[in-house]
């Protein structure tokens, strides 16, 4: 399987970001593994790739350019 780079980077930034203040929410009230879930948005933004966007054949990387030079 060969992995494809394919979120945006507009996309990318809203990931890490959401991802960093679930991780944040740890330090916040009750501890509880439910943080964990942050590492996954945190995780696709940073490599760039999403398994599930490739498994459905989405790509947000090329959203805005023209198909043709």
């Keep these: 399987m060969k992995i494809v ?3 945006g980077n507009t996309e ?3 990931r890490i970001v959401a991802g ?3 991780i944040a929410l740890a330090f916040v009230g009750p501890a509880n593994p439910w943080f ?5 948005p945190v995780a696709t933004g940073v ?14 990387k090329n959203k ?3 198909s043709h030079p």
Excluded: S
Excluded at 36 to 40: A, D, F, Y
Excluded at 47 to 60: E, K, R, S, V
């Design 20 to 22: 960093l203040v679930f």
């Design 36 to 40: 964990l879930l942050g590492l996954i």
């Design 47 to 60: 490599i760039d790739w999403c398994p599930i966007y490739q498994a459905l054949g989405i790509n947000t």
């Design 5 to 7: 780079k394919n979120i």
């Design 12 to 14: 990318r930034v809203i």
């Design 64 to 66: 805005n350019k023209p």
